[in-house]
């Protein structure tokens, strides 16, 4: 008897070990969880914070504009690694190219932030300090608000207007911006610039014929796709695109003043 005790109680123990994996090495993968994009009630996607929660857009996957497609090796203000890469960065014309590699050579040391000068056109976008992209569905329109460049902000009017005809307005530094929405994507036309601004970090040249279609989409929640084409006949060959994506950043945005 006390055998047949002995050997069920060992047979027990070695099936629970079994069904349990006890005594074995096991390894267990966890997949990131991915959040859904948020949306408001018409499903419409909202690109700033929920209700009740804390955040904003950051660490953008580029320092400058750059073309598509193109490789070069530059520093988080946009200085070239090579000044023989100049070039390549975007289709300029001779002078505009000329202009970009002027700006290069000398450190950049020109650049209007340096005098407290907003950084306009999608420069803003990329600013370590982030933004804020605010929806106001009730009278139609959108702000950018920036946690750089002077507590500036951008507006974004989403009433069908269409842009101006940039020789018929006054230049300003973000311009005159109209949106739409094309599916789960907000695309935005801009022209009406002035040209004392440098509209990305690394000196590019822009005149005040610049006009610019930005598209913003949100995949999933942690995500901000940005695609800018940049469509300036006095300064570049022909228009070309840059994209970069943008990280959710919980907890508030931080403001900054300049002061030279």
């Not at 739409?180 to 002035?194: C, K």
């Not at 006949?233 to 030279?260: H, K, M, N």
Request: hydrophobic fraction near 35%; glycine fraction near 8%; include cysteine.
């Amino acid at each position: 008897m006390q055998n047949f005790t002995k050997i069920f109680s060992c047979t027990t123990l070695a099936l629970t070990l079994a069904l349990s994996g006890c005594g074995e090495a096991t390894t267990t993968t966890t997949e990131p969880t991915v959040q859904a994009t948020p949306r408001y009630d018409d499903n419409t996607i909202r690109f700033d914070r929920a209700p009740g929660e804390l955040g904003y857009w950051a660490n953008s996957s580029k320092h400058a504009l750059v073309e598509n497609g193109v490789e070069v090796a530059m520093n988080e203000m946009g200085l070239l690694a090579n000044i023989e890469d100049a070039s390549k960065v975007a289709p300029f014309m001779d002078w505009s190219l000329a202009l970009y590699k002027y700006r290069q050579t000398n450190g950049l040391k020109d650049d209007p932030v340096s005098v407290c000068i907003a950084p306009a056109g999608p420069r803003h976008l990329q600013d370590p300090k982030g933004f804020r992209i605010i929806q106001d569905r009730n009278y139609e329109r959108v702000y950018v608000m920036f946690g750089g460049g002077n507590r500036n902000w951008r507006l974004i009017n989403m009433d069908g207007r269409i842009p101006p005809n940039p020789d018929e307005v006054t230049g300003t530094y973000y311009g005159y911006s109209t949106g739409h929405w094309e599916g789960d994507t907000l695309v935005v036309e801009s022209s009406g610039f002035n040209d004392r601004f440098w509209f990305s970090n690394g000196g590019l040249p822009h005149t005040p014929a610049l006009h610019l279609t930005e598209r913003f989409s949100r995949p999933d929640h942690d995500t901000l796709i940005y695609s800018v084409t940049v469509d300036d006949a006095r300064a570049y060959t022909r228009p070309w695109t840059s994209e970069w994506t943008l990280d959710w950043v919980a907890g508030d945005i931080e403001e900054s003043f300049c002061e030279q």
